[in-house]
Every structure is written in structure tokens, then in C-alpha cells.
């Protein structure tokens, strides 16, 4: 089992910057993957990025390149997305979530991931 909590979600203004964190614990070798999604009212939830653990090889999602970037601290357990030039479409609640799986081409695929955090509200105003 894996327990994930995400931390650093809050309001900002269009152009602004946010730092999510996610604390990991639990079954270390059942994460082999992990990453941020997010989901904004009314719409399915979607992935922002990923990145493999051992690796550190990350992906991301056409509408945040450029402006995201996922890191880790694997000493810490710990993952981040760092959110430069948010937009007012950034706006979600955004998960953690980690896979025991290399997922390949479902690697931005919600239903693949097997642990999720609560979640973390981010608001991006105009």
C-alpha cells in the first residue's frame, strides 16, 4: 500500500507560479511511477504529468508544456510539479497519483493508477 499527500495548492493570478508537493509513504517497490492529474468541475479528470522513479524520465500533457515541470526527491519520497505562467484553464483540483506499473502509453491514463492522494485545490484568477 501507498499513502500520497498533496501539499502547496492555492489561489493565484493568471502569470503566476504554485509549487505542489506530494509526500509518499508506504510499499516503496509499489511505485514505479508516479505523477500529477488534475480535474476541474464538471470535466473527467485528466493527467498533467509523470515521471518514472527510477529513471526520472518525465512526460507531460501538450496543454502544460513549457510551463510545468515535475521533479522528485527520491531521498524524501517526495514529488513536485512546479506551475509557471498558470493560466485561468490551470484551475483544478489536482491529485497525486503512483502506478507499481511502467504504464508505457497509458501513462497519463487516470483509471491506471492504483493510489491517489485527497487532492489539492489550485485557483488561477484573471
Known amino acids: 500500500q501507498v499513502q500520497l499527500v498533496e501539499s502547496g495548492g492555492g489561489s493565484v493570478q493568471a502569470g503566476g507560479s504554485l509549487i505542489l508537493s506530494c509526500a509518499a509513504s508506504g510499499d516503496f517497490y509499489s511505485r514505479r511511477q508516479w505523477g500529477w492529474f488534475r480535474q476541474a468541475p464538471g470535466k473527467e479528470r485528466e493527467g498533467v504529468a509523470t515521471i518514472y522513479i527510477v529513471s526520472g524520465n518525465a512526460f507531460y500533457a501538450d496543454s502544460v508544456k513549457g510551463r510545468f515541470t515535475i521533479s522528485q526527491d527520491n531521498a524524501k519520497n517526495t514529488l513536485y510539479l512546479q506551475m509557471n505562467s498558470l493560466k485561468p484553464e490551470d484551475t483544478a483540483m489536482y491529485y497525486c497519483?503512483?502506478?507499481?506499473?511502467?504504464?508505457?502509453?497509458?501513462?497519463?491514463?487516470?483509471?491506471?493508477?492504483?493510489?491517489w492522494g485527497q487532492g489539492t485545490q489550485v485557483t488561477v484568477s484573471s
Open positions: 497519483a503512483a502506478s507499481p506499473q511502467l504504464l508505457g502509453i497509458n501513462k497519463l491514463t487516470p483509471a491506471h493508477y492504483a493510489y
